[in-house]
């Protein structure tokens, strides 16, 4: 099993980082949140899981054991699966979905992307004595082609939250809400984290 990867970045995408491990680029996927802290250049260690499918092996990277821990729990619940999963930490932080859980809040969990009422009762359901508390009280927070009339940070934004689980209109909702000013664009990582947090209603 790969507990974690540690290794200079050479890539950071808008769902997948790469590092160079001794010469040898290994690819994670991983949620806006902890590509955010990731730099061209610089040694980074991710606590890492390997997702073994008959076609495939998927390697997802994780901001901190914490986060990581969370993602192989919830892929215990019924109906949950590693891309779930990821949309559910890309949309609440582990605390935020611990007291989702434990408080049963039904509402919050429907913010996911792909998880309904019925989705969330039963995650909740199976969870709620396994998950454990809060750690603290607070809240953290393919080639793409632009047309003349779409710059490419939108055209790359809505890629990723569709990549999420949202629909096209639901992304471009988020993206107006979280970039009411297009004369003033941040970075299109930082339009990612920004829509996430206006479509989970936070």
């Not at 997948?16 to 996927?29: C, F, M, Q, R, T």
């Amino acid at each position: 099993m790969i507990a974690f990867v540690r290794g200079q970045v050479a890539q950071v995408g808008l769902s997948s980082a790469v590092l160079d491990v001794n010469g040898v680029g290994i690819e994670l996927l991983c949620n806006p949140g902890t590509l955010a802290t990731l730099r061209n250049g610089a040694t980074a260690t991710l606590p890492a899981s390997l997702v073994v499918r008959e076609e495939s092996l998927t390697l997802f990277g994780f901001l901190d054991e914490d986060e990581k821990s969370l993602f192989v729990l919830l892929q215990t619940a019924s109906g949950v699966g590693p891309k779930l999963a990821q949309a559910m930490l890309a949309v609440l932080s582990p605390d935020d979905l611990r007291r989702a859980v434990i408080g049963e809040d039904v509402r919050t969990l429907t913010r996911v992307p792909g998880i309904g009422q019925k989705g969330a009762q039963r995650i909740i359901l199976e969870l709620k004595d396994r998950i454990g508390p809060p750690s603290s009280g607070t809240t953290t927070a393919a080639p793409v082609v632009a047309t003349d009339a779409e710059p490419v940070w939108r055209v790359q934004v809505r890629e990723a939250l569709v990549g999420l689980g949202w629909s096209s209109k639901e992304a471009d909702k988020g993206i107006a809400l979280a970039v009411p000013d297009e004369d003033d664009v941040p970075d299109v990582a930082t339009v990612l984290r920004m829509a996430l947090r206006a479509m989970s209603g936070r």
